[in-house]
T-cell receptor
Framework: KQEVTQIPAALSVPEGENLVLNCSFT??????LQWFRQDPGKGLTSLLL?????REQTSGRLNASLDKSSGRSTLYIAASQPGDSATYLC???????????FGQGTILTVHP | GAGVSQSPSNKVTEKGKDVELRCDPI?????LYWYRQSLGQGLEFLIY????????KSGLPSDRFSAERTGGSVSTLTIQRTQQEDSAVYLC?????????????FGEGSRLTVL
């Protein structure tokens, strides 16, 4: 059974810092790895989707990497802003459809 | 519509009552998913629809839970004889449904509170 772990559980940084969120998964036989953002009381917003054949994806200030062999993914956020404050969720896709196993999330606070 | 729409956004019910939660996916998305988010369990997969068929319903917690999808569009999740442990946010997501599991788009969820 796939298990996804995210470290740290919470992170507080000053505005402008570069930061890394970590995600590990126990079963390397994944189809993809997705990163989501969740604001309080809201649904999930997809940030980046990395297919199993890819090593990384970039969108603006966000970069996500995937190392299947070691069962790890990282989300790098450059030049953090207060608007980046949210919960970031990592999810491993073990099927050819969207059945995802989620981590518990990292609560990020970026203070001015 | 522009995004995945869910209703109601909030539902408070008494233990033992039945509830229905509705999801309207993005137009043209053939795949639809229900997930549940609770404090103790995090986000859990419930069921997957491709068109009107549900090839994977392995995440439904008990036979009190059922879901259907009609016209390849709207889906309803029904919980019968609700229990307090059913209290959670029920999230619906849709995707294009092409092979390879594309990007999932989530609604804002239906928060269910069972008293």
């Amino acid at each position: 059974k796939q298990e996804v772990t995210q470290i740290p559980a919470a992170l507080s940084v000053p505005e402008g810092e570069n930061l890394v969120l970590n995600c590990s998964f126990t079963d390397s036989a994944i189809y993809n790895l997705q990163w989501f953002r969740q604001d309080p009381g809201k649904g999930l917003t997809s940030l980046l989707l990395i297919q199993s054949s890819q090593r990384e994806q970039t969108s603006g200030r966000l970069n996500a990497s995937l190392d299947k062999s070691s069962g790890r993914s990282t989300l790098y956020i450059a030049a953090s802003q207060p608007g980046d404050s949210a919960t970031y969720l990592c999810a491993a896709g073990g099927t050819s459809y969207g059945k995802l196993t989620f981590g518990q999330g990292t609560i990020l606070t970026v203070h001015p | 519509g522009a995004g995945v729409s869910q209703s109601p956004s909030n539902k408070v019910t008494e233990k033992g009552k039945d509830v229905e939660l509705r999801c309207d996916p993005i137009s043209g998305h053939t795949a639809l998913y229900w997930y549940r988010q609770s404090l103790g369990q995090g986000l859990e997969f419930l069921i997957y629809f491709q068109g009107n068929s549900a090839p994977d319903k392995s995440g439904l917690p008990s036979d009190r839970f059922s879901a259907e999808r009609t016209g390849g569009s709207v889906s309803t999740l029904t919980i019968q004889r609700t229990q307090q442990e059913d209290s959670a946010v029920y999230l619906c997501a849709s995707s294009l449904g092409v092979q390879g599991a594309g990007e999932l788009f989530f609604g804002e969820g239906s928060r269910l509170t069972v008293l």
